[in-house]
């Protein structure tokens, strides 16, 4: 599954500019992660390659298809939803796949069938019948989710999916989303940078309708001058560095970030100390902080 | 990529699912709603007039019963599209635009069936027209169906909530149907307020419609007036509808 885009541009009310000249290049089965702060342009990006809105300049390709001269050859091919999209309350969640699938053109038997598998890769097959009203929040977010990837759709965009969920409810999403990978390709906003991380096997960083930063969590890591952490669990400590970030995180934890081999060269003097202490590679929250500044987004 | 073969019949079937079967079957209370207010009209038109304006008012209820269908339809697209983000979802898939929105016009028909059913009675026994009438009156019926179903959809593309769309709906129920002389005769309006119900398309509507059941007499010119004009205003606003409404935002 191919997308690229070519100097996506788009200025909102002549003055606000959401996108600016964003370029992509992806060719991937798998899951491609969109991550920013709010207003980073996120959805705008999304929508303009789900052709739910024009760029102001600028195109995309996908598989082949121009999204502005061959809208219709791209809609055969995608599915998405919306960041705010609802579950229709006065339907079920069998009656909400099964007429999204009739709108993308199956007769109302196959649709259905191809529903209730949906529904059962997603654990929703004990529901099918209950009014969407009544289902808990993450029931609501998963049938969104059943509803596109029920259909034959090779390009899925799933804009902020997880958000609102509760960990245990995402963490079933993540694996749900892991299945479905293998032959698809999966575009996901998400505000939760541990979830870029663990399902993402490529990622791209937005700031101010720019692309900060793309590739795979180790291509992001290897791109940053500190790309391992020693954190140390100590109320007092005093360290010189020739090269590297000490950064106090609470009163008895300090972070020290810096080379591969400039953080292992003080594991030994940690081990003199008798300090508690962990190392690891930087997180995906640290290389954004590093890229846009100020933390997770929300 | 599979080829999948599509089919239209499907597109405008799930339409008609969600926006009225399903939707009927969880709030009957729909059907009353649509049922009340042609009948409510209709009812104080004929107890005012003690009888004598029930087959101009029965054929009125009928045209507001169309009205009511493009009203319905601007708020119930307005919801999808701005409430649930349903349209979102399929202006991403290959449903054209023309085929949902022909889907959710036919759905709103669906809803007035037994609002329909009990009009068409009441014109069945009380109008009096030949086989012809009745064919220019369905014809004039299906026109104004037309002109509210591309009014309600144009409208729903430019409301950004369902607030704006009641406000939508508010405005339009009293200007193309109570206002208007659709439920009693043109001659009942004193000049110069006469000239200005010409600004509604409904009038033009019930003018043919009176005309083919007896109750009123344009004459060769102005009837074909008539037609010209609705025609050409339907034609217009389905042309807006379908060229310059924002299935894909800008």
Known sequence: ?298 | MKRIKRSVYSQVTASILVNSIYAMMNYPVLLINTLLAPLSLLAVVTFASHGRLLPVAAEGALIMNMVQSGTSLQGDLSHLKNDMRLQDMIVSSPTPAMIYIFGMAISEIVYSIPTLTLLIILNLLFVKTTIIGGMVIFFDMATIFTFSISLGFLLSTFSSDIIQSWAFSGILSPILTTLPPVYYPISYIPYPYRYLSYLSPTTYAAEIAQNSTGFANLGVENYAISWLILIGITVLLTYLALRRSRWREV
Do not use: C
């Not at chain 1, 500019?17 to 999304?46: C, E, Q, R, Y």
């Not at chain 1, 069938?113 to 009203?133: C, P, V, Y």
């Not at chain 1, 700031?207 to 500190?226: C, E, F, N, Q, V």
């Open chain 1, 1 to 298: 599954m191919e997308i690229i885009a070519k100097s996506l541009t788009k200025i909102y009310d002549g003055k606000y500019k959401a996108l600016d000249t964003v370029d992509l290049d992806i060719n991937l089965n798998g899951i491609f992660s969109i991550i920013g702060k709010n207003g980073a342009g996120k959805t705008t990006l999304i929508r303009i390659l789900s052709t739910q809105l024009m760029p102001t300049s600028g195109t995309a390709i996908l598989n082949g298809h121009d999204i502005l001269r061959e809208a219709g050859k791209v809609r055969e091919e995608i599915a998405a939803v919306p960041q705010e999209a609802r579950a229709v309350p006065w339907l079920t969640p069998i009656q909400t796949v099964t007429s999204y699938l009739m709108w993308r053109g199956y007769t109302f038997s196959k649709a259905k069938q191809m529903g209730l598998d949906a529904l059962r890769s997603m654990g929703l097959e004990n529901l099918e019948n209950q009014k969407n009203r009544k289902l808990s929040g993450g029931q609501k977010r998963k049938l969104m989710v059943a509803t596109v990837i029920a259909s034959e759709a090779s390009i899925i965009f799933l804009d902020e999916p997880t958000t609102g969920l509760d960990y245990i409810s995402r963490k079933e999403l993540w694996e749900i989303l892991r299945k479905l990978k293998k032959d698809r390709l999966i575009i996901l906003t998400t505000h939760y940078l541990e979830e870029a991380e663990v399902l993402g096997d490529l990622i791209t960083i937005l700031d101010k309708g720019k692309i900060m930063d793309s590739g795979t969590i180790g291509d992001l890591r290897s791109k940053i001058k500190y790309p391992f952490v020693l954190k140390v669990y100590s109320p007092q400590f005093d360290i010189e560095m020739k090269n590297g970030r000490i950064s106090r995180v609470s009163d008895n934890e300090f972070f020290i970030y810096g080379s591969e081999s400039e953080i292992y060269s003080l594991v030994q003097d940690m081990i003199n100390r008798k300090v508690r202490f962990t190392v690891e590679e930087v997180s995906l929250s640290n290389i954004f902080e590093n890229l846009v500044g100020g933390g997770e987004e929300d």
